[in-house]
Nanobody, 123 residues
Framework: QVHLEESGGGLVQAGGSLRLSCQHS????????MGWFRQAPEKEREFVAA????????YYAASVKGRFTISRSSAQNTLFLQMNTLKPEDTAVYYC????????????????WGQGTQVTVSS
């Protein structure tokens, strides 16, 4: 059973930064994609960023491009999301997820999910 666990969320002021981590329970294969999604109260879960594990190719939602950076440590089976210049609209529960089939922005196409970590940005 694959287990993913997020950490690093918290409360920050607008303009501040947070770094999220997601620990995968085992080795992530090079063909897999891992991504970050977020969900605000009463909103749909939305794509934030993704990375092809082997090649390191990155993808971002327009709303975060230029502010967030997704990266990974293959040796530690860990996914990261560096979030800079945070805005109140970034407030959400952030989830990491794995897609063994490839890159997608669709939540239903991801196979494994973490429990989420809360990010709150105050103005």
């Amino acid at each position: 059973q694959v287990h993913l666990e997020e950490s690093g969320g918290g409360l920050v002021q607008a303009g501040g930064s947070l770094r999220l981590s997601c620990q995968h329970s085992g080795r992530v294969f090079s063909s897999h994609v891992m991504g970050w999604f977020r969900q605000a109260p009463e909103k749909e879960r939305e794509f934030v960023a993704a990375i092809r594990w082997g090649a390191g190719t990155t993808y971002y939602a327009a709303s975060v491009k230029g502010r967030f950076t997704i990266s990974r440590s293959s040796a530690q089976n860990t996914l990261f999301l560096q979030m800079n210049t945070l805005k109140p609209e970034d407030t959400a529960v952030y989830y990491c997820a794995k897609n063994w089939r490839g890159y997608s922005t669709v939540p239903n196409e991801y196979d494994s999910w973490g429990q989420g970590t809360q990010v709150t940005v105050s103005s």
